[in-house]
């Protein structure tokens, strides 16, 4: 009998951002930031407008109203459909014939990164929990996460009577076959009205609007991933829990009981744990249960992983100790890379080992753990030098750009932490203060990173309900370096404090 993983989400929102972790027997596997309101354009729908278009790369730019103009491939068949299990009809052939001043409909596949503006698609398709809807895409497939062929076929068999023409297309998803055909049906008539309506609203609205736009992050994380298999949902935030509440009761099949509010005093991403585990998401090393490790390395093209054995000396010979750690180390890259959201291309170092069916057992470990991946992943064979090259696809921004940015007083040779890093740490510490007994928090820090906040007012829902009969003092320093603060509590009635000292709203 298949053991079950306990899998818990932790959702929060704080300081202008919303968070989101998921715990798999106690081990972070998934951690996700994403600012409020939402500013992720993956999986909106805009009217654009072709502005140029390139012949000899068969591909056009198009204005969608973004910070740069967007990419087009006018070659472009489908969508990236290959993880899934279907066939392609004969009215997806390529015809896009556009010319520059053309209105378009298009969606975001891939957001603007660096200088390069964001990728999208005249394919589009809306995502429910159970379906996702093509309106322009004949394309029927199944998610490979369903392996019961009776189930598969029956799947496919009731979706292509909800076809309305073979212009039209779907993809069962994984959580399928936990729903009746009622709830299927269901939910395919609503995002059916949702593209009709967004339908409506483009003829009249006018270029660079936004005219479907995804869910936000919680709403995002409880549509992809919950099901009978989540142990626990808990919410760090009041007003997220009524909202995430209501949003169970309506769809219904979610156990309410599985939703829990956090009710402590301290940070609950602290509380459980999971905090210093984010924060060694920004480490490059990383040490394997068996005292080896490996160290991440980003470069502007590539990630680079290298292996090393460490402490790990082994109980057999050379070939044994390295094929031990290998084989260990491919199962935590597989963790780190879900983890911290790596994607694009990734070479493994793999430390030298001498047979052949040893190379090909680390390669098939490797790609064992990397198919319990929500993106997809393609893992080549090992090379005679023990490298392996992987491509993992692009699904949002990286941990460690949450996390740290380049110093600026080494020019990008190094990274310091982000300033939203530093604010939620030092949020964190005040629920402490306030935790241990003490009614005045008295913080120092950079002037900077001060100002931030105050302008920003990245306080002010704590200053509002849950620090509404606390005392919070802030002292900047122009000397401090932005990462650093010190936090002290205080019961005094009276507080002598520097003429420069500031209250907290």
């Keep these: 009998m298949k053991k079950e993983i306990r ?6 929102r704080y300081c202008g951002q919303q968070f989101a972790a998921l715990l798999e027997e106690g081990r972070l596997a998934e951690f996700y930031v994403e600012n409020e309101p939402r500013v992720g ?6 009217k654009g407008k072709v502005t140029n278009v390139l012949s000899g790369m068969n591909a056009a730019f198009i204005n969608c109203g973004l910070n740069r103009n967007c990419y087009l491939s006018m070659e472009e068949s489908y969508t990236d459909y290959t993880k899934y299990d279907g066939t392609m009809g004969e009215t997806n052939k390529p015809s896009l014939n556009l010319k520059e001043g053309d209105e378009v409909i298009v969606q975001v596949t891939q957001a603007e990164r660096g ?47 909800m076809r309305s023409s073979h212009e039209e297309g779907f993809i069962v998803r994984t959580q399928a076959p936990f729903a009746t055909q009622k709830q299927i049906k269901t939910e395919t008539d609503y995002l059916k009205k949702l593209y009709k309506e967004m339908q409506e609203f483009a003829k009249d609205a006018p270029v660079g609007s936004v005219l479907y736009e995804d869910s936000d992050l919680p709403v995002r994380v409880m549509r992809d991933s919950f099901g009978d298999e989540i142990t626990a949902i808990h919410v760090g ?29 301290r940070a609950m991403m602290k509380e459980y744990g999971i905090s210093p585990l984010v924060y060694d998401a920004a480490r490059p090393t990383v040490t394997l249960e068996n005292g080896g490790s490996i160290v991440i390395e980003h470069t502007e093209a590539m990630t680079v992983v290298d ?31 879900r983890l911290r959201n790596i994607s694009g291309i990734v070479v493994v170092d793999f430390i030298d080992m001498v047979e052949e069916e040893h190379r090909l057992a680390v390669t098939e470990e490797l790609k064992k753990h990397l198919a319990l991946d929500k993106a997809k992943c393609n893992v080549l064979p090992m090379s005679e030098l023990c490298l392996t090259q992987f491509t993992r696809k692009r699904v949002g921004p990286e941990v460690l750009e949450y996390l740290v940015k380049p110093c600026p007083s080494c020019t990008g040779a190094g990274y310091v932490h982000e300033d939203i890093f530093v604010i939620t ?48 003092y802030f002292i900047p320093h122009k ?25 907290l709203y």
Aim: charged share 30%.
């Design 7 to 12: 899998k818990e989400w932790f959702l929060d």
């Design 41 to 46: 354009v993956v999986g909106n729908i805009y």
């Design 115 to 161: 200088t390069k503006g964001a990728k999208v698609t005249t394919h589009l398709s809306f995502v429910g929990k159970l379906i996702i809807y093509l309106p322009n895409t004949d394309f029927l497939g199944i998610s490979r996460k369903i392996t019961d062929e009776a189930e598969r076929e029956k799947l496919l068999t009731a979706t292509e009577k």
């Design 237 to 265: 935030d009041e007003e997220l829990y009524q909202r995430l509440l209501k949003l169970i009761k309506l769809r219904g099949d979610i156990p309410e009981r599985k939703l829990i509010k956090y009710k402590g005093e």
């Design 307 to 337: 292996v090393n054995t460490g402490s790990y000396v082994g109980k057999d010979n050379l070939e044994a100790t390295v094929y031990a750690t290998n084989l260990e180390a491919a199962k935590e890259i597989a963790r780190q890379v």
């Design 425 to 472: 740490r030092l949020r964190t510490a005040i629920l402490d203060c306030f935790a241990d007994g003490y009614n005045a928090a008295i913080i120092e820090l950079n002037e900077r990173i001060m100002q931030k906040i105050l302008k920003e007012g990245l306080f002010s829902i704590e200053a509002k309900n849950r620090w509404k009969d606390k005392r919070i």
């Design 479 to 503: 000397t401090y370096r932005e990462d650093y603060f010190s936090v002290r509590g205080d019961n005094a009635q009276v507080l002598t404090l520097p003429d420069k000292a500031q209250i």
